[in-house]
Antibody, heavy 122, light 111 residues
Framework: EVQLLESGGGLVQPGGSLRLSCAAS????????MSWVRHPPGKGLEWVSS????????YYADSVKGRFTISRDNSKNTLYLQMNSLRAEDTALYYCAKHKGSRPSKYYMDVWGEGTTVTVSS | QSVLTQPPSVSGAPGQRVTISCTGSSSNIGAGCDVHWYQHLPGTAPKLLIYADNNRPSGVPDRFSGSKSGTSASLAITALQAEDEADYYCQSYDSSLSGYVFGTGTKVTVL
């Protein structure tokens, strides 16, 4: 069964750091683009960051650029999101998602995890 | 700030048909980028409903269909059922942002 399991969320003070993990199983992890998507309370889904299957190329939403870093360890079938300089507006349920498609203009997210909650508050 | 605009809410009685619009621009939908649709119950994993404009993954009922024209796309739900109550999001790629974009989201209520 194809599965994604996020972990690492929690309560952190403004300006603090947190690292999220996403353990993948049931598919060849190293073949697929992966992303982080978040859902702030009372708002809509927001794409956060993506990485190519090799991890060489990474992409970020303007709202997190320079503060968040996406990475992956294909030997461990795990995706990461290092979040620094956290702000109240980063409070959200964070999902990891597997992509499918032939190129960026066609990629869609066919498998999602259940998410991990990040709360930024003093 | 979403670059894909959806109506905040739509509603219909059981058995009726509802449609959800998704309006983009020349840098995403209008540029020929595919549109995908997700069904989301807050607190749970979003579910892929439609991919590449009008394709259904296996297991998605044919009551759900997608279409695209110009800088807009639409999701139609026919024979509305109580279990269809959820939030629905469109998603595409934006070439000027070099990233993925979601719609503002639409809450579907079954009366």
């Amino acid at each position: 069964e194809v599965q994604l399991l996020e972990s690492g969320g929690g309560l952190v003070q403004p300006g603090g750091s947190l690292r999220l993990s996403c353990a993948a199983s049931g598919f060849t992890f190293s073949n697929y683009v992966m992303s982080w998507v978040r859902h702030p309370p009372g708002k809509g889904l927001e794409w956060v960051s993506s990485t190519t299957n090799s991890g060489v190329s990474t992409y970020y939403a303007d709202s997190v650029k320079g503060r968040f870093t996406i990475s992956r360890d294909n030997s461990k079938n795990t995706l990461y999101l290092q979040m620094n300089s956290l702000r109240a507006e980063d409070t959200a349920l964070y999902y990891c998602a597997k992509h499918k498609g032939s190129r960026p203009s066609k990629y869609y997210m066919d498998v999602w995890g259940e998410g991990t909650t990040v709360t930024v508050s003093s | 700030q979403s670059v894909l605009t959806q109506p905040p809410s739509v509603s219909g009685a059981p058995g009726q048909r509802v449609t959800i619009s998704c309006t983009g621009s020349s840098s995403n939908i209008g540029a020929g980028c595919d549109v995908h649709w997700y069904q989301h119950l807050p607190g749970t994993a979003p579910k892929l409903l439609i991919y590449a404009d009008n394709n259904r993954p296996s297991g998605v009922p044919d009551r759900f269909s997608g279409s695209k024209s110009g800088t807009s796309a639409s999701l139609a739900i026919t024979a509305l059922q109580a279990e269809d109550e959820a939030d629905y999001y469109c998603q595409s790629y934006d070439s000027s942002l070099s990233g993925y974009v979601f719609g503002t989201g639409t809450k579907v209520t079954v009366l």
